[in-house]
C-alpha cells in the first residue's frame, strides 16, 4: 500500500518549525510500499489556530485526489518510532478501523492525546478511566478502540477520509479538527484505534521531550516524574508544571493533593535516518502563532 505522510508546519521570525528530530523520525519509519512525504506549508490565516485547520482541509484534498491507500499525519514537533505506520497498519486491520492513533502526552493539559470511548461520546482521558487501564494498555503493547484525540501521529483509510472531512469544532469554537473529526466518526459508526505500541514524544517549546514512558507519565524538561493523589484517588502522570500551579499549591496546603514521588526519566536518541522522497507544497509564509497541541 501506498502512504502519504503530511506534515504541517509555519515560520516563526523567519526560522522554520518543523523539528530535525521530527524529520529524522519519518525519515527512519519502516514501511514496504511507496512513500511521499508532504510538507504544508499553506497558511493563509493570520493566526495559528485557524491555519492547523486549513492545513488539514488541504492535505485531505491533496490526498484524495492523488492514489494514495493512507494518510498518515505527523506534525511537526512529534518524534514517531520506526514501526509506527506498519503498527498503526496493523491496528487498522485487527479492529477494522478507519482512523489509528499513536500515543503522546499534549503539551498543554499534560494528558494522553488519546480518549476513552464514552458510549457515543469521545469521553475523558485514559489516565481518568478507572480500573488502572492505561497502565494495562500500555503493559501489553494493546491495541484499543478509543473515543479519539489528536492527530499528532495519525493514520487514516481513503475510506474514511472520502465520507468525514476535518472542521471546526462549533461546540468550543475552536479551529483545530481533532475533536469535531473524532465525533464525527463516533456519529457514522467509523470505529477509532489507538496502538499503544507506538509511544511518540512530542518536543515542548523548550525543546525538550514529553514522553508517556511505560506506565508513567513523563516530562523530559524538567526531567521528573510524578505520582500524586487527589482527593483520595491516586494518579500517574500530571507535569510538575501543572502540579507547580497556584490551584495545586492550594489543594496541596488543603491537604486534598499530595505528591508521592519522583524519578528521572531517559532521553532518546535517533541514529537511523535512511533517504525518503520529500515533496514542498506550497511556499512558505511567516506564521508566529504556535499551534500548541
Known amino acids: 500500500m501506498n502512504v502519504l505522510i503530511f506534515t504541517p508546519t509555519y515560520l516563526v521570525d523567519g526560522i522554520e518549525q518543523l523539528r530535525p528530530e521530527t524529520e529524522a523520525s519519518i525519515r527512519a519509519l519502516e514501511w514496504d510500499g511507496r512513500v511521499e512525504w508532504e510538507v504544508g506549508w499553506h497558511n493563509p490565516h493570520d493566526n495559528g489556530p485557524d491555519n492547523v485547520l486549513a492545513q488539514y482541509q488541504r492535505a485531505r484534498k491533496i490526498f484524495l485526489k492523488g492514489k494514495w491507500d493512507l494518510l498518515f499525519t505527523v506534525e511537526h514537533d512529534m518524534i514517531v518510532p520506526p514501526g509506527a505506520l506498519r503498527l498503526l497498519n496493523e491496528a487498522l486491520t485487527e479492529l477494522g478501523a478507519g482512523v489509528a492513533y499513536g500515543v503522546y502526552v499534549l503539551r498543554r493539559s499534560r494528558s494522553l492525546n488519546v480518549w476513552a470511548r464514552a458510549g457515543s461520546k469521545v469521553g475523558l482521558p485514559l489516565e481518568r478511566a478507572p480500573g488502572g487501564l492505561l497502565e494495562e494498555y500500555l503493559r501489553r503493547a494493546a491495541v484499543v478502540e478509543v473515543g479519539g484525540i489528536g492527530f499528532g501521529a495519525t493514520l487514516f483509510t481513503r475510506a474514511t477520509l472520502k465520507e468525514v472531512d476535518f472542521s471546526y469544532d462549533q461546540a468550543n469554537q475552536w479551529p483545530s479538527p ?58 500517574r502522570g500530571g507535569s510538575v508544571v501543572a502540579l507547580g500551579s497556584a490551584q495545586a499549591r492550594e489543594w496541596q496546603d488543603q491537604g486534598r493533593l499530595r505528591i508521592i514521588g519522583a524519578l528521572e526519566t531517559p532521553r532518546v536518541k535517533i541514529t537511523h535516518v535512511p533517504e525518503l522522497p520529500r515533496r514542498r507544497s506550497a511556499k512558505k509564509r511567516p506564521k508566529a502563532d504556535d499551534d500548541g497541541g
Open 178 to 235: 481533532d475533536i469535531p473529526f473524532a465525533r464525527d466518526c463516533l456519529r457514522l459508526g467509523i470505529v477509532q484505534a489507538a496502538h499503544f505500541g507506538v509511544i511518540c514524544g512530542h518536543i515542548d517549546t523548550d525543546g525538550s521531550v514529553l514522553w508517556p514512558k511505560e506506565y508513567e507519565m513523563t516530562d523530559v524538561r524538567v526531567k521528573i516524574l510524578v505520582t500524586f493523589e487527589h482527593e483520595g484517588t491516586k494518579y
